[in-house]
Structure formats: C-alpha cells, structure tokens
C-alpha cells in the first residue's frame, strides 16, 4: 500500500468515526436518525432480545480481539503498521453501524419521567456525557487515537515518535473521564424502556470489564518496551511522570504491584 492509498484509507476510516459518532448521538438519544434504539418493536421480545445480545456480544469481541497485540502484529502482514489503528477505528465503527441497522426494539418501559426540569437536566447530563467523551480524546491525543498522527507521519515519511505519558488535567479530576462520559451517555434519558435498559446494563458492564480504555491507549502506543505489565489485570490508574520515569499509579494491593523490564514502575 502506497503511502498515499494509506493516507486515503485513513481518511475514510476517520469519516467512517465522525459519521459512526453523529449517528450514535441520535441513535440513543431517539432523535434524527431513521431508525434509533427504541423505534417500533416488530419482533418478538424473545427474538429481539437474542438479535440484541448477538450484536452487542459481535461488538465487543470486534473491540477486545483487535485490540490484542498479537492480533495487530498479523494485521501489520496485511496493512502497514501506520495504518493499524486506522483499521481498527474502521472496523469498531462498521461493528457499531451494523448494530445500529439491524437493532431490534424489545418493548416495555422502566421509567419516564414526565417533569420539565427533571427532563432537561437528563437531556443535559445526555449532551454533557457526548462532550466529555469527546473532550477526553483530545486530552489523550485525538489523532493518535484514531490513527491520523501514525499516517501523517508514514506519509511524510518520518519515524513513528512514541508519545510521552502525561497527566492530563481531567485526569487530576476524575480517575476515568471516558467513563464518565460513556456512563452519562447510556444513563441519562428521561424516558428508560427496556431496550435501553439492556443497552445500557450491557455496555457499562463492558466498558467496566475493557479496563482503563485511555490509560491503555495511551500507553500502548507510547513504545512497546515502556508497557508495564501488571499482573492480573489492569487496575484504575493514574499517570505522571516523577523525575523522568513514567509510573502509574494504582489501586491494587501491594502484592499486585510490578516493575516492567524498562523500568516504568506500577505502583
């Protein structure tokens, strides 16, 4: 692949986010789009129920299977390493667009609230949640973070500089903004039927579940060697850097704490 067919290639991986992400604000918020998270029931709820958890269940195997190392060394035989995030930022909003097609309503309502005021601040907190998502990437390095800095580089045909871990100042505020941000998005509605409630409870438990979505970005792309590797799982961390070494900083236990063979220190 040329380098100017792979900055193409981002370039519609890019397009393919910013439309995937427009759609999705109108897909929850039941709002602008043709066909959103409570449109009409026509399947049977045992039908639609099935149909929903294949979807979401396709969703997160796409975003965790792609997000393994060992999976993008393979996918670097296929493209060039600077256009693998971009494939990955591709196939999430395809995974995601493909959801947002064939959703099937179950039917049935949880709550909804009736009262102004209360309406407009859960609109709020809906809008709110958007724009600290959206917020976040840029702290953590929105082009990095879909791919376009990777190419840009490949294109001009420099070296892949791997970024220096941070403490960005949302993260001095709240330990996980992306979390945050998702669980506004999936929780503020006024009215909560049960189809949302399923999206909703299946997502966060996911979004819980993935680890520190940022932390791991960032550091995944900060150069292999200066990785840490925590053992059993990522924790909730932070990140600084203290006299010129990176540490996370963690919740664990101290016997869960590790030392990289690079130094960068868990602790």
Known sequence: ??????????????????????YAIGFLGNFGVPKS????????WPTALAIDL?????????????ARQGFKRLLTHVVPAAAERSTYVLASSLALLLLFSHWRPVG?????VQNEIGRALLYGGFAFGWLLVLVTTFVINHFDLFG????????????????????????RIVRHPLYVGWLCTFWSTPTMTVTHLLFALVTSAY???SGCPSCRATSSRSGG???????????????????GVTTLR?????????HDRSGVTVE
Not at 4 to 21: G, M
Not at 108 to 112: F, L, S
Not at 250 to 258: F, G, I, L, Q, V
């Open 148 to 171: 376009l800095r990777q190419v840009w580089l490949h294109f001009r045909g420099q070296p892949q500089r791997p970024l220096q871990f941070v403490t960005p100042i949302l993260y």
């Open 1 to 22: 692949m040329t380098r100017i067919l792979t900055l193409a290639y981002c370039t519609v991986s890019y397009a393919s986010f910013v439309l995937t992400f427009l």
């Open 250 to 258: 963690s919740t664990w236990p101290p016997k869960y704490r590790a």
């Open 108 to 112: 049935g309502e949880i709550w909804n």
């Open 37 to 44: 998270l409570d449109s009409g029931a026509t399947d049977p």
């Open 207 to 209: 979004t819980r579940s």
């Open 225 to 243: 060697s200066r990785r840490p590797q925590l053992d059993p799982a990522t924790p909730p961390c932070g990140i600084g850097i203290h006299r």
């Open 54 to 66: 294949g979807l979401l269940s396709l969703f997160a195997l796409q975003h965790s299977i792609m």
